[in-house]
């Protein structure tokens, strides 16, 4: 997981193309992500929390590389503006399968 500070409303982008399986504001799994998205790649799955509202995709939707996908924000437990990151290696994306997103976006260019 990584924790990107930015200021509100600062555009969020898919990183590489896939399919929009979770678009909510909340989950029971995933306390106080607030509004996240979760997109389902060929070898991944990417989760965005923590917008700033309902995000811009919608649940079936695919997404290509660079399509935004949503605003920074504080929507759950936020104690300021940011958003969560995570990378999995599989799907469901679980605990056990969560992985370093730095490797995962660094190999799609991604620059920190």
């Known amino acids: 997981m990584v924790t990107v500070l930015c200021n509100v409303a600062v555009q969020s982008y898919a ?13 029971p799994g995933l306390g106080g992500c607030g509004w996240y998205v979760q997109i389902r790649h ?9 917008m700033l509202e309902q995000p811009a995709v919608r649940v079936g ?3 290509t590389a660079g399509q ?5 924000g504080t929507s ?3 104690s300021g503006v ?11 994306a679980t605990s056990s399968n969560a ?7 660094a190999a799609l260019g991604v620059q920190w």
């Not at 992985?99 to 976006?105: I, R």
């Open 76 to 78: 759950g437990n936020s």
């Open 15 to 27: 990183p590489t193309s896939g399919t929009l399986t979770c678009d909510s504001d909340g989950y």
């Open 82 to 92: 940011h958003v969560h990151v995570e990378i999995h290696s599989g799907h469901p």
């Open 42 to 50: 060929t070898d991944a799955v990417t989760r965005y929390c923590h």
């Open 99 to 105: 992985v370093s997103p730095v490797p995962f976006l």
């Open 68 to 72: 935004p996908i949503g605003l920074a």
């Open 61 to 63: 939707q695919t997404v």
